[in-house]
Nanobody
Framework: QVHLVESGGASVQSGGSLRLSCVASGYTDSRYCMGWFRQAPGKEREGVAAIGSAGSTMYADFVKGRFTISQDNAKNTLYLQMNSLKPEDTAMYYC???????????????????WGQGTQVTVSS
């Protein structure tokens, strides 16, 4: 059973930066697709970014050029560096994982098997 714990959420001003972390445990090996998702009050959960086991990445259009997903396999930790934050980035951010073969990854919340409890990001104008 994979266990995911997010941290790093905070309240920041518009234009600020944050780095979210997600520590994973219970892995059987390193072949996982890892993703970040977010959900604002009254809205559906949406994909932010994902990274495959070989390091390939994908991003939602609304964060391209501002957010960067990365992982440290030695520490079993996933990161999301968020720059130029906007009030519309305010949401609960979730880490997710799915065991994969190869480097295939999807930015689709219904595809992931494991989820963390989330960390709150609030951006004020």
């Amino acid at each position: 059973q994979v266990h995911l714990v997010e941290s790093g959420g905070a309240s920041v001003q518009s234009g600020g930066s944050l780095r979210l972390s997600c520590v994973a445990s219970g892995y059987t090996d390193s072949r996982y697709c890892m993703g970040w998702f977010r959900q604002a009050p009254g809205k559906e959960r949406e994909g932010v970014a994902a990274i495959g086991s070989a390091g390939s990445t994908m991003y939602a259009d609304f964060v391209k050029g501002r957010f960067t997903i990365s992982q440290d396999n030695a520490k079993n930790t996933l990161y999301l560096q968020m720059n130029s934050l906007k009030p519309e980035d305010t949401a609960m951010y979730y880490c997710a994982a799915r065991r994969i073969s190869g480097d295939y990854c999807r930015l689709d919340s219904g595809w992931f098997d494991y989820w963390g409890q989330g960390t709150q990001v609030t951006v004020s104008s």
